[in-house]
């Protein structure tokens, strides 16, 4: 509902309930999605998505591994832990990585220093690229597609 002038009267807009009820995590994939295929979106904010969508991919995916609070060097720290048993032993090395090239931006400012320089949006699309693959939410470069027997894709 929305106000418009009068005598307080509102007019009814038409919304998709889907749209509403979107998780974070959702909207989040969105903007990493944008950022990767168009560079829609501030890069400085773009790079704090990158670390939400990882950390909350891996504790919804590994529930058993991860606690709900963990975050992503947390998580590389428990890989490192539990070497050879961990599900995630194979995306070690990725996930820390993410972590590396995104650490210093999610702390914020020294205030008594000057100001980091802003993130540089052909680094960061390559990081955001590697998240979405990490996820699975992209196939790798030179991923093959699935091809029914009859040689038409899937429906």
Known sequence: MEYS?????????????????????SK????????????????DDIVLHVRQVIETHFRRSYTAYFPHNRNLGQMVWDIDHHV????????????????????ENHHGDDADVMPKKGVDPDEL???????????GARRTAG???PVAASGAAPA
């Open 5 to 25: 002038d009068g005598d307080e009267w509102t007019a009814a807009k038409h919304v998709r309930l889907t749209d509403l009820c979107r998780s974070d995590h």
């Open 28 to 43: 989040r994939l969105d903007k990493l999605l944008a950022y990767a295929d168009d560079r829609q979106g501030d890069p």
């Open 84 to 103: 050879g048993t961990h599900p995630c032993d194979g995306v070690r090395d990725r996930m820390d990585a993410l972590n590396s090239a995104t650490c």
């Open 125 to 135: 699309k390559v990081i955001v690229t590697d998240a979405l693959e990490l996820i």
């Open 143 to 145: 991923a093959a597609v």
